[in-house]
């Protein structure tokens, strides 16, 4: 005996996704522009300014700089291993500076690709 296959719903087509979708939701999504790399820098910057002046100063002498990689990456990473770390928009504001700071002056730090993977 041949088993029946089962039946399965018929897909939707995107019009009728569409369709169920809330006439505002639809069009905000369809329209909304992401934001350019200098808007989300200028808003981190903003953000720290305001809520950790000490680490936007830091930062503002810092910038460009090798130790202004390190402090970016130390402010992600925790090596004393006992800070409560950043409110969630604070710490996207780190990584955001963290990655325009690599994507405009690269890396300062010497990394010998025979050592990666290795314990020091």
Do not use: C
Not at 98 to 112: A, Y
């Amino acid at each position: 005996m041949i088993a029946e296959e089962p039946e399965f719903p018929q897909i939707m087509s995107d019009a009728e996704i569409d369709a169920n979708v809330p006439v505002g939701e639809a069009v905000n999504q369809k329209i909304r522009r992401q934001p350019t790399d200098k808007e989300l820098a200028d808003d981190a910057v903003a953000l720290l300014k305001t809520l950790f002046p000490r680490i936007h100063q830091n930062l503002v002498t810092l910038w460009g700089t090798g130790p202004g990689e390190d402090y970016l990456d130390g402010l992600i990473m925790d090596d004393r291993g006992n800070r409560q770390g950043f409110p969630p928009d604070v710490f996207r504001a780190v990584l955001i500076l963290q990655r325009v700071h690599f994507q405009t002056f690269g890396t300062f730090k010497k990394i010998d690709p025979w050592d990666v993977g290795r314990n020091p």
